[in-house]
């Protein structure tokens, strides 16, 4: 009663309201506190999600490029210098391979054209490489199962077919029957007659040709112009003594300068260094002649 008399019921029924309100605002400061925890944590793992996907895409980025380089720089599969017997057990491969009509594809691609159209639709990405192995033979077939350029030391002229077996012929790649081999170098000459691999002539001699210009005497323009003429009567003897043999069959092998001299009679012509004297030079041009390059794009 005296609470009431003095007015303090009032006051403590409104103490008793705002500690009830404080609980409450506290309560409320309590579940604000722990959703900011929960948002921040939330924040922090959305953060981690967006750095580990950022990683992730920096990880795929980098793959397609190497990707993309690799293709760009693309490579053969293989590649051998082919002895005698490997030789053989290749072409005998290429020959046993057979399948439906127009399974096979076979070209003969030269080095001084573009690539014909269609060899780059025959092997697609694969095209780029068959160009840098040209001149070459180039086999594939429409499962991708063969695919093989070879080297040709005696080539026939440009084609491009489909067919159900490879397109090839031995002489292309062997030597066989009756033909003849010239080495024709600035300073010297050698022709050897063949049945096959088997030699069953030779001749060959050498010319005296002037390697250096003396301190004295006369200028450097004379000096070229004497070495010059020597060289032409050189390959007048030649031209001479390979018109004496008339062979059906010829290949002109040797110094790059000259040896283009002789297209008109040749086969075909190959540059190669051969050394030494006549004889075992023309050796060491008969073994670079029938060398064949293999290669899988």
């Not at 990707?67 to 051998?80: N, Y």
């Amino acid at each position: 009663m005296l609470d009431r008399l003095l007015g303090r019921a009032s006051l403590k029924e409104r103490v008793a309201e705002l500690e009830e309100e404080t609980h409450h605002l506290e309560r409320q400061l309590d579940a604000e506190k722990e959703r900011r925890a929960d948002a921040a944590t939330e924040r922090q793992r959305a953060e981690a999600e967006v750095n580990r996907l950022e990683d992730r895409v920096a990880e795929l980025q980098d793959r397609v490029e190497r990707l993309q380089d690799e293709e760009g720089e693309s490579t053969f599969r293989a590649e051998e210098t082919l002895s005698r017997a490997r030789l053989g057990a290749v072409l005998d491969r290429l020959e046993s391979f057979e399948t439906e009509p127009e399974g096979v594809f076979t070209a003969y691609v030269d080095a001084e054209r573009s690539l014909p159209g269609p060899v780059r639709e025959a092997f697609g990405d694969r095209a780029s490489l068959v160009a840098s192995a040209a001149p070459c033979l180039a086999v594939t077939d429409d499962a991708g199962v063969l695919s093989a350029c070879l080297s040709v030391p005696a080539p026939p002229s440009p084609f491009t077919e489909w067919a159900d077996a490879v397109r090839l012929e031995r002489s292309w790649f062997e030597p066989t029957g009756e033909h003849v081999v010239a080495l024709v170098r600035s300073d010297l000459f050698a022709l050897g007659e063949y049945d096959g691999r088997e030699r069953t002539a030779f001749h060959g001699f050498d010319s005296d040709l002037k390697s250096q210009h003396s301190k004295g005497g006369f200028s450097q323009g004379r000096f070229e112009r004497l070495r010059d003429q020597q060289i032409d009567s050189h390959l007048d003897r030649c031209r001479a003594a390979i018109e004496e043999v008339s062979p059906d069959r010829l290949y002109v092998v040797g110094e790059g300068s000259v040896i283009h001299e002789f297209e008109d009679l040749a086969t075909a012509t190959k540059p190669v260094d051969a050394t030494g004297e006549p004889d075992e030079a023309l050796d060491d041009a008969v073994r670079s002649l029938w060398t064949v390059r293999l290669r899988v794009p």
